[in-house]
């Protein structure tokens, strides 16, 4: 099960912040969550991952809920080429067997 | 670039044959994991491949079967086929509790 709840889709406007979000109210204490995007017919990107705090990397933002049972992934400044399905995956410390949903597909809008 | 190469890109095969798909890795790792993805579809876990033993296998039946090799390239086969097999077979390599990258993907057309 992928034991996540995404928006089945979004726009966004080129240039503006691309807000995502996932809810996994579930969530055990050892699961962190994964963020991976889809490109149509290529293979899953990562993204960005965490377990309680947030995070940044260069291509993106992850918040966390304190309760964690809920995360948005920011995209700061959203251009055509982020155009994609992005997936929200929870996934336990010690295993690395990926549950997919069907993920939101985003569209930036030039 | 992830560097997990697969071969090969495209494939069609008819009904009862049967198909091996190939993963490779420029980087050291020791996991490789093999997906499914139909069209519209979120990739579906298949089973994960650990040390060259079977790590976790999802809902498939045993009629997909991997191989995981000392230099760390792994075949996904698949027997008998069926109609429904058409989909993107996707690899992904990681280790252990760390991140997984996954290749381009093999598109397989069964008709």
């Known amino acids: 099960d992928a034991k996540t709840t995404q928006p089945t889709s979004m726009d966004c406007a080129e240039g503006r912040a691309a807000n995502l979000p996932c809810n996994h109210s579930?969530?055990?204490?050892?699961?962190?969550v994964y963020w991976y995007r889809q490109i149509h017919s290529q293979g899953p990107q990562y993204i960005i991952h965490g377990l309680k705090n947030n995070e940044t990397n260069e291509m993106a933002s992850l918040i966390i809920t304190e309760d964690r049972k809920s995360s948005t992934l920011i995209l700061p400044h959203a251009t055509l080429r982020d155009t994609a399905v992005y997936y929200c995956?929870?996934?336990?410390?010690?295993?690395?067997?990926?549950?997919f949903g069907t993920g939101t597909s985003l569209t930036v809008i030039p | 670039e992830t560097g997990v190469t697969q071969s090969p890109t495209h494939l069609i095969k008819t009904r009862g044959q049967q198909v091996t798909l190939r993963c490779s890795s420029q980087?050291?790792?020791?996991?490789v994991s093999w997906y499914q993805q139909a069209l519209g579809q979120g990739p579906q876990f298949i089973f994960q491949y650990y040390r060259e033993e079977e790590n976790g296998r999802g809902n498939f039946p045993p009629r997909f079967s991997g191989l995981q090799f000392p230099n760390y390239s792994s075949e996904l086969n698949v027997n008998a086929l069926e109609l429904d097999d058409s989909a993107l077979y996707l690899c992904?390599?990681?280790?252990?509790?760390?991140?997984?990258?996954f290749g381009p993907g093999t598109r397989l057309l069964v008709l």
């Open positions: 980087s050291g790792h020791n996991t």
């Open positions: 579930t969530i055990s204490g050892n699961e962190y």
């Open positions: 995956i929870v996934l336990t410390v010690t295993g690395n067997q990926f549950y």
């Open positions: 992904a390599i990681g280790t252990i509790e760390e991140t997984q990258y």
